[in-house]
């Protein structure tokens, strides 16, 4: 069973910055690609960055472009956020996910895409 574990959420007042990470354990295969996303309060869970496997395609929402930067770490199992010039928007939890079936190396939009979630890490920004 695929295990993924986010930590680096917290308390920030805006303009600030944090990195999110995300490790994945359990592993018996590749994933195709990863990705954050994020829930607001009341609002529907939203793509936020992604990143493919083998080719290293990055893709962002606009809101956080230019801003935010997704990277992996040497294991192929693991995920950073970068989040710098934080708005009060920003406040949500945000999940990592991995897709393991599906095309290979794209980064894709739609959670229901994504097949391991993570419990979520909680990033509060205040004004």
């Known amino acids: 069973q695929v295990q993924l574990v986010e930590s680096g959420g917290g308390l920030v007042q805006t303009g600030g910055s944090l990195r999110l990470s995300c490790a994945a354990s359990g592993r018996t295969s590749s994933n195709y690609a990863m990705a954050w996303f994020r829930q607001a309060p009341g609002k529907e869970q939203d793509f936020v960055a992604g990143?493919?496997?083998?080719?290293?395609?990055?893709q962002y929402t606009d809101s956080v472009k230019g801003r935010f930067t997704i990277s992996k770490g040497n294991a192929s199992n693991t995920v950073y956020l970068q989040m710098n010039s934080l708005k009060t928007k920003g406040t949500a939890i945000y999940y990592c996910a991995e897709r393991t079936s599906g095309p290979i190396d794209t980064v894709n939009t739609v959670p229901s895409d994504y097949n391991n979630w993570g419990q979520g890490t909680q990033v509060t920004v205040s004004s």
């Open positions: 990143i493919s496997r083998y080719s290293d395609i990055t």
